[in-house]
């Protein structure tokens, strides 16, 4: 189930934070327009849907982020380059795809490439992160001058620790005088889900929750029984995803998916076919993306499909 107060807790941040680089009349550099204050918020696995805003059918599930995003610009055609966590995660801090970063898989870059929090905190920001500290980090050894994770934040699921860890660094930024990067990442709507009488770690209660009649089956999925119930409550059912693993539908919908990808990979010569030909070999897998990882001349590099193919 999903949660409107913990989603609603960002938006609020985000008013927060435009109060106070407003009101920091001793602070030059953070009301500087050449040094903006950056503030940036994510949502762990929430499909763009779920925002009434977005076109979301179950009302009041998150009215804060509608009312920000009604106040400012919406893009409704921007997407995720990778759909996994530090990947695309990755490509936000570095602006390159993963083949070119490194940043292929969970795993940090190794290469000498600038990122958005080094060449910020060069230009004299304070950077922040709260929640998804290491997937939201591409440079292992990078050390953020605020930083507080999962634990100290309710399981990444209590408003009123984000609020609080949010007042100290602004407060922090206001009396350096310093303009600020801050990124907030919030751990849910990501599993485990919220189950009633269930408590998880230190999270809260959320505010609104749904139930499977009034789930909306994104359209890159097919619309199963087991699908529905665990965009629900995996918890509820622990057996739904094996049902659905199994079911005949699936595997056709599964099977038509493979072909697709593997043409397209031997059409463009993708150097990790050999890795998804043998993708239950985690040695193999493993080898390959080493390899490729490495910048190795053994790797074909990709080609452009021929057009009209």
């Known amino acids: 189930m999903y949660s409107a107060m913990r989603l609603s807790l960002l938006a609020a941040m985000a008013s927060l934070s435009l109060g106070l680089s407003g009101t920091a009349s001793a ?8 040094h903006p204050n950056v503030l940036l918020f994510t949502a762990d696995d929430m499909h763009c849907q779920s925002l009434e805003s977005f076109g979301g059918k179950v009302a009041g599930l998150t009215p804060n982020l509608d009312r920000f995003a009604a106040e400012g610009m919406r893009f409704e055609r921007a997407h995720v ?26 795993m940090h870059t190794r290469r000498d490439i600038p990122t958005i929090m080094e060449t910020l905190r060069e230009a004299g920001y304070r ?6 500290v290491d997937h939201s980090t591409p440079k292992a050894d990078y050390r953020w001058d605020f930083v507080h994770d999962f634990a100290e934040l309710g399981n990444g ?11 100290e660094f602004f407060a922090q930024c206001r009396e350096s005088g310093q303009p600020f990067y801050f990124m907030v ?36 999925v097919p619309d199963l ?5 665990e965009l629900y409550d995996l918890e509820k059912d622990p057996d739904c995803l094996h049902n659905l693993v199994d079911s ?32 239950d070999d985690r040695q193999v897998v493993n080898a390959t993306i080493r390899e490729y990882t490495r910048g190795s001349r053994k790797i074909r590099q990709p080609r452009r499909p021929t057009p009209g193919r």
């Open 127 to 132: 950077t922040g992160i709260l929640g998804k």
């Open 81 to 106: 380059n990778v759909a996994i966590c530090q990947p695309s995660r990755g490509v936000l801090a570095t602006g390159r795809y993963g083949h070119n970063s490194g940043i292929l898989g969970f």
């Open 225 to 229: 029984p087991g699908v529905r119930e």
């Open 185 to 220: 990442n919030s751990h849910d709507p990501h599993r485990p889900y919220h189950v009633p009488g269930r408590k998880y770690g230190q999270s809260e209660e959320p505010s609104r929750t749904y139930s499977p009649s009034e789930v909306e089956v994104p359209g890159f």
């Open 248 to 279: 005949p539908q699936h595997q056709e919908v599964l099977q038509r998916y493979r072909r697709t990808l593997r043409d397209w990979m031997v059409r463009t010569g993708d150097p990790l076919l050999g890795a998804f030909d043998h993708r």
């Open 157 to 167: 699921r209590s408003p009123q620790r984000y609020y609080g860890y949010a007042k």
């Open 27 to 34: 602070a030059p550099a953070a009301t500087d327009v050449r």
